[in-house]
């Protein structure tokens, strides 16, 4: 059982950044950052993975929503995952959960919640404008 703890959330106003991290009890090959507003669907937001043996190392991937504002980085020697989120937005409002997997991710099953096996809790990232 892999264990994920996040933090970094609160409000914020529009324009701003906040810095998300997750921090998980164990390395696992991929790991992303989703989030849920009230009343719709939990979205993917970003994912990170490392490479197969011999293709190479880390990929991440983005949501079309949030690619040039958000960015995801892991440190696999503290093993905490993090998002720093610039120029925030009122739509980007949401709870913000950390997710693992002990699987490669590609570019066709990265956004797929049902694939993560391990969930935190969330932490609740508000945005005013």
């Known amino acids: 059982q892999v264990h994920l703890v996040e933090s970094g959330g609160g409000p914020v106003q529009a324009g701003g950044s906040l810095r998300l991290s997750c921090a998980a009890s164990e390395y696992t090959i991929g790991m992303g950052w989703f989030r849920q507003a009230p009343g719709k669907e939990r979205e993917a937001v970003a994912a990170?993975?490392?490479?197969?043996?011999?293709?190479?190392?880390?990929?991440?991937y983005y949501a079309d929503s949030v690619q040039g504002r958000f960015t995801i980085s892991r440190d696999s020697a503290t093993r905490t995952l993090s998002l720093q989120m610039n120029t925030l937005r009122p739509d980007d409002t949401a709870r913000y959960y950390c997710a693992a997997v002990r699987a490669y991710l590609s570019r066709n099953n990265w956004y797929q919640s049902g694939i993560y096996n391990y969930w935190g809790q969330g932490t609740q990232v508000t945005v005013s404008s």
């Open positions: 990170v993975t490392d490479g197969a043996v011999g293709y190479g190392g880390m990929t991440t």
